[in-house]
C-alpha cells in the first residue's frame, strides 16, 4: 500500500547511463538545485527534477576509520564526505584504503559490493581515477 504523495518524496540513488547503472544526483530546472540522492520534486519549487549522473571526480571533505563497524559491514570500515562545489553537494559513503590521508584530494566513485548481510550494492570513492577512454565505473548489476 502506498500513501498518497508517496511517489513525490521518494529518493533514487542510481540510474541507468550510457548502459551502465550510475549514481543519480537531480536538479530543479527552475531554482538549479541539485539534490542527492536524486529527489522526484524540488522542494522549493515543487517542480519535477531531472536526473543527471553524478560526475566522476569529487574532493575528499573528511573521513573516518570505524574499527567495529555495524553488522554486516567489514571491519575496518573507511567512510568519509565527499564534496562536489560545482554542485553544491556533499556525498557521504564508503571509501577504499587509498583515501586515509586523502583529504583534499580528489576521489572517484565506483558501484560495488559495500555489504555482505545482506549482499548491497552502493557507492565507494577511490584515489584511483577510471583509466582514459574507459566508460563510467558504474555497475551492469539489474538489482542495484
Known amino acids: 500500500m502506498r500513501l498518497a504523495g508517496q511517489g513525490m518524496t521518494e529518493l533514487t540513488r542510481f540510474t541507468r547511463h550510457g548502459g551502465s547503472w550510475v549514481p543519480a544526483c537531480a536538479r530543479c530546472p527552475r531554482c538549479g538545485t541539485t539534490f542527492f540522492p536524486a529527489r522526484v520534486l524540488c522542494p522549493e519549487d515543487l517542480l519535477p527534477c531531472q536526473l543527471e549522473p553524478l560526475p566522476q571526480g569529487g574532493r575528499l571533505y573528511a573521513s573516518t576509520r570505524i574499527e567495529l563497524p555495524p553488522l554486516g559491514f567489514a571491519a575496518p570500515l573507511l567512510v568519509g564526505y565527499v564534496d562536489y562545489p560545482d554542485l553544491a553537494v556533499r556525498v557521504f559513503a564508503?571509501?577504499?584504503?587509498?583515501?586515509?590521508d586523502a583529504r583534499g584530494s580528489t576521489v572517484?566513485?565506483?558501484i560495488a559490493k559495500v555489504r555482505d548481510d545482506p549482499a548491497t550494492m552502493g557507492l565507494i570513492f577511490s584515489r584511483r581515477g577510471p583509466?582514459?577512454?574507459?566508460?563510467?565505473?558504474?555497475?551492469?548489476?539489474?538489482?542495484v
Open 108 to 110: 572517484y566513485w565506483r
Open 131 to 143: 583509466e582514459p577512454g574507459e566508460p563510467p565505473r558504474g555497475g551492469d548489476h539489474d538489482a
Open 94 to 100: 564508503q571509501l577504499d584504503e587509498d583515501c586515509a
